[in-house]
């Protein structure tokens, strides 16, 4: 399996929901990515997990929590958020950055919409 | 802090013209630069990476250190490579992307 897949495609809800996004990938990558696109703009860097574990966090506010189950899982909980946090959420995977560089395999996003 | 920068956001050239995307950036280190493209309706994806010194595609792109540049550069484009063009570049830990604003080419017949 040579593909990062993201679950579910689309997301609709309120502002008082709780939901998860869900990324995964089997290709022993031990960095795995969270990226928020806006329509017509780059994306934007939310957190990295390497070696399952918390590396970055782009001050993100905190309706947001990030989750690494295992190396080759990556969740996203989403809770209160806010209209203006509907975008493509992005997940992707790099190898071990000191061996392996840091190119990165992307998912097909998931797309939410806050209402 | 590390920054990239695509001075064109829309670019237009005929098919078998020359294309050029332009790509500068600022970092004080030793960066990694990467191209990424998002066809229409598909995920974003790898392009090349200048460590590779590769040709994908017919796409090219060499790292100038000296004018902090990192242009995207094919001899004949094609109607297939009309898409999204995003610069990229990784930083000392490795961990942190940064990406340009994106070009987003059209080649037309």
């Known amino acids: 399996d040579t593909e990062v897949t993201q679950t579910p495609k689309h997301l609709v809800m309120g502002m008082t929901n709780k939901k998860s996004l869900k990324c995964e990938q089997h290709m022993g990558h031990r960095a795995m990515y969270w990226y928020k696109q806006k329509a017509k703009k780059p994306p934007e860097l939310m957190f990295v997990?390497?070696?399952?574990?918390?590396?970055i966090n782009e001050s993100v506010p905190s309706r947001f929590s990030p989750e690494c189950p295992n190396s080759s899982l990556l969740n996203l909980h989403l809770h209160a958020l806010q209209p203006e946090d509907s975008a493509l959420y992005l997940c992707a995977s790099s190898q071990d950055p000191i061996s392996g560089g840091p190119a990165q395999y992307f998912g097909p996003g998931t797309r939410l919409l806050v209402l | 802090a590390q920054r990239v920068t695509q001075p064109e956001k829309l670019l237009s050239v005929f098919k078998g013209a020359p294309v050029e995307l332009k790509c500068n950036y600022s970092?004080?280190?030793?960066?990694?630069l990467f191209w990424y493209v998002q066809y229409s309706r598909q995920r974003l994806q790898l392009l090349l990476r200048?460590?590779s010194r590769e040709s994908i595609k017919g796409f090219t792109a060499d790292l100038n250190k000296g004018e902090t540049s990192f242009h995207l550069k094919k001899p004949f484009a094609q109607e297939e490579d009309s898409a999204m063009y995003y610069c990229a570049l990784s930083g000392n830990n490795n961990n942190d992307m940064r990406f340009g604003a994106g070009t987003r080419l059209t080649v037309k017949p």
């Open positions: 997990y390497s070696y399952e574990k918390l590396s």
């Open positions: 970092y004080s280190g030793s960066p990694e």
């Open positions: 200048h460590i």
